[in-house]
């Protein structure tokens, strides 16, 4: 459509890329008309979530028409329980996405400098870029944050460091004596935020407790999420752990009701449901080794991850193979735009599914070389 006065947007949209996500089960049927599509392409959970949480969704219908409460208390109240902490220092937000929008949308000022790695969860970039903030981009260092660079790149603009621990999309975490020393080391006024969304499927021991340090360290910012390993990623809700002066500050910004009946009542139930969760993290991890097997044998690289999916170091491109996975009714995500051109990052499915992908690579791989 032609406009002929062109209505501009602020500046720091204007140059903006929309965010992909990884391609939706009912686009590729619609595309190519297959009935059977095993997606391995957004982290999701492949058990989807507890009974408990459909059960406590179902029960919410009645109460559809009422707002939710929009401070989710019983849900933070569960949280604080879990995790020992205030209840002030929890916000309930519409996935940890909505958590980090705020926190950037609340603190970053024009020219602020953002610390983050290059590559890490786009949407730290992005908006930082939205509030005209300064991404700064350090290099991973074979696929892990390198705190000693980050720590450099700090001048008196650095408003915001963002440490994704694991790694999306790489999958790795840092040394827990890295990351302790790295949180002592920044200075106060610089908010520190960990997102922690595959916190749960974490099983190496050198990995830093973060909520502990809460209390000593006031710029430190947790995240975590239902999203993941509780399998809720649909009804958006997560939720970060602070300071409470800086909850008050960020629910100043934040919609009035921002998650929905239906979100807190299956968190609610998801945290009570601790069997499912052992169950989920123990089949990833299960999932993971037979991965790992399996490109090994293929002589295949892989970053060690410890979330819920694998970036596959493939030596060529990673849009080529994502494109031929495609037509075998398998989705995955290319690296190309996740800042690995060589690459393919795979979420670690069930058995049946994880079979079926490294049965697809084969034929794939195969047939590209003949
Ligand atoms: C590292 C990381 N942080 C945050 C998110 C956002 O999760 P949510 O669904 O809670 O918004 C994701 C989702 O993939 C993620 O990988």
Same mark, same amino acid.
């Given at each position: 459509?032609?406009?002929?006065?062109?209505?501009?947007?602020?500046?720091?949209?204007?140059n903006?890329?929309?965010?992909?996500?990884?391609?939706?089960?009912?686009?590729?049927?619609?595309?190519?008309?297959?009935?059977?599509?095993?997606?391995?392409?957004?982290?999701?959970?492949?058990?989807h979530?507890?009974?408990?949480?459909?059960?406590?969704?179902?029960?919410e219908?009645h109460?559809?028409?009422?707002?939710?409460?929009?401070?989710?208390?019983?849900?933070?109240e569960k949280?604080?329980?879990?995790?020992?902490?205030?209840?002030?220092?929890?916000?309930? @937000?519409?996935?940890?996405?909505?958590?980090?929008r705020?926190?950037?949308?609340?603190?970053?000022?024009?020219?602020?400098?953002v610390?983050?790695?290059?590559?890490?969860?786009?949407?730290y970039?992005?908006?930082?870029?939205?509030?005209?903030?300064k991404?700064?981009?350090?290099?991973l260092?074979? @696929?892990?944050?390198?705190?000693?660079?980050?720590?450099?790149?700090?001048t008196?603009?650095?408003?915001?460091?963002?440490?994704?621990?694991?790694?999306?999309?790489?999958?790795?975490?840092?040394?827990?004596?890295?990351?302790?020393?790295?949180?002592?080391?920044?200075?106060k006024?610089?908010?520190?935020?960990?997102?922690?969304?595959?916190?749960?499927?974490?099983?190496?021991?050198?990995?830093?407790?973060?909520?502990?340090?809460?209390?000593?360290?006031?710029?430190?910012?947790?995240?975590?999420?239902?999203?993941?390993?509780?399998?809720?990623?649909?009804?958006?809700i997560?939720?970060?752990?602070?300071?409470?002066?800086?909850?008050?500050?960020?629910?100043k910004?934040?919609?009035?009701?921002?998650?929905?009946?239906?979100?807190?009542?299956?968190?609610i139930?998801s945290?009570?449901d601790l069997?499912?969760?052992e169950?989920?993290?123990?089949?990833?991890?299960?999932?993971?080794?037979?991965?790992?097997?399996?490109?090994?044998?293929?002589?295949?690289?892989?970053?060690?991850?410890?979330?819920?999916?694998?970036?596959?170091?493939?030596?060529?491109? @990673?849009?080529?193979?994502?494109?031929?996975?495609?037509?075998?009714?398998?989705?995955?995500?290319?690296?190309?735009?996740?800042?690995?051109?060589?690459?393919?990052?795979?979420?670690?499915?069930t058995?049946?599914?994880?079979?079926?992908?490294?049965?697809?690579?084969?034929?794939?791989?195969?047939?590209?070389?003949?």
């Amino acid at each position: 459509m032609m406009m002929k006065d062109k209505i501009t947007t602020r500046k720091e949209i204007e140059n903006l890329d929309v965010y992909i996500p990884g391609k939706p089960i009912e686009e590729v049927q619609r595309e190519l008309g297959l009935e059977k599509i095993i997606k391995l392409a957004s982290n999701e959970n492949p058990y989807h979530c507890s009974n408990k949480a459909k059960q406590a969704m179902l029960e919410e219908i009645h109460r559809a028409g009422l707002y939710p409460e929009g401070m989710a208390p019983a849900l933070t109240e569960k949280l604080a329980h879990q995790f020992n902490i205030d209840r002030k220092r929890i916000l309930v @937000g519409n996935g940890s996405d909505e958590i980090i929008r705020l926190l950037t949308r609340s603190y970053i000022r024009a020219s602020d400098e953002v610390i983050m790695a290059d590559v890490t969860f786009p949407r730290y970039e992005t908006n930082v870029f939205i509030e005209g903030g300064k991404p700064i981009k350090v290099p991973l260092l074979h @696929g892990v944050h390198d705190l000693e660079w980050m720590f450099k790149a700090i001048t008196a603009n650095t408003r915001m460091i963002f440490i994704c621990n694991p790694n999306n999309p790489t999958g790795t975490i840092v040394s827990e004596e890295e990351l302790r020393t790295f949180i002592e080391r920044v200075p106060k006024h610089i908010l520190l935020i960990i997102d922690e969304a595959y916190y749960e499927y974490v099983t190496d021991k050198d990995y830093l407790q973060t909520v502990p340090l809460l209390d000593e360290y006031p710029n430190l910012i947790i995240l975590r999420t239902f999203s993941k390993i509780y399998g809720l990623a649909s009804l958006r809700i997560g939720y970060g752990m602070m300071h409470p002066s800086m909850v008050q500050e960020l629910v100043k910004v934040k919609e009035p009701f921002n998650t929905n009946r239906f979100a807190q009542a299956a968190a609610i139930a998801s945290l009570e449901d601790l069997d499912f969760v052992e169950t989920c993290k123990r089949k990833n991890e299960e999932g993971r080794k037979y991965l790992e097997n399996e490109l090994e044998k293929m002589g295949l690289g892989y970053f060690p991850s410890q979330g819920n999916f694998l970036m596959v170091k493939i030596n060529r491109s @990673g849009d080529e193979l994502f494109q031929s996975l495609l037509k075998q009714g398998i989705i995955v995500r290319s690296g190309v735009p996740l800042g690995y051109p060589e690459t393919i990052r795979v979420s670690i499915g069930t058995e049946e599914e994880n079979r079926a992908f490294i049965s697809a690579l084969k034929r794939v791989m195969e047939s590209n070389h003949s």
